[in-house]
């Protein structure tokens, strides 16, 4: 079975009580931070290995670190296999950066998004203006609502409840 299952089944278990869920998250959550605060001291290195050397490295059990190669997949520069990884497949963490702070906000993590080492990446005016995009990226504006007696937008001069309204 592959890893991402095996992870899957922990993690996302509706059968678990919550209150075991919550502390599997907040651990989890600890072990994430730790292993962004390394990775995010040298962001331009380059991280390649096994999934359990890169587990080794990074001092995680090889289900944390499924769980760290699934969440980091979207940001990085080419992603990993990882429905069908095991133990021995080769996987990179070279993340791109904007894209990785843009996902830790869209995530609302703020305890990834806030960690001291983007100001080292990012000045403060760059970090406000992903944050911003990428907030305004998930709002949905919608127009101006047309009234039955207004002129149809389609620009035929008639009533909306005659034209485009029927």
């Known amino acids: 079975m ?25 651990r989890y ?49 080419a992603p990993n296999p990882i429905d069908t990884m095991e133990e021995d497949t080769v996987v990179n963490l070279n993340f791109d950066k904007e894209k990785l702070y843009k996902n830790m906000v869209e995530a609302r993590a703020d305890w990834l998004y806030e960690l001291p080492m983007w100001e080292e990446i990012f000045d403060q005016e760059t970090r406000h203006r992903l944050f911003l995009e990428q907030r305004k990226s998930g709002t949905v504006v919608t127009g101006k609502k047309v009234g039955r007696n207004d002129p149809c937008p389609c620009g035929s001069g008639k009533k909306y409840k005659k034209c485009c309204g029927r």
């Open 2 to 26: 592959a890893l991402l299952e095996n992870w899957q089944k922990v993690a996302y278990n509706e059968k678990t009580n919550k209150q075991e869920l919550q502390r599997f998250w907040q």
């Open 29 to 77: 959550f600890l072990v994430e931070k730790g292993v962004y605060e390394k990775l995010l001291v040298n962001p331009d290195e380059h991280v390649e290995g096994t999934v359990k050397e890169l587990a080794e490295k990074y001092e995680l059990s090889i289900m944390d670190m499924t769980g760290f190669l699934d969440g980091i997949n979207e940001s990085l520069i």
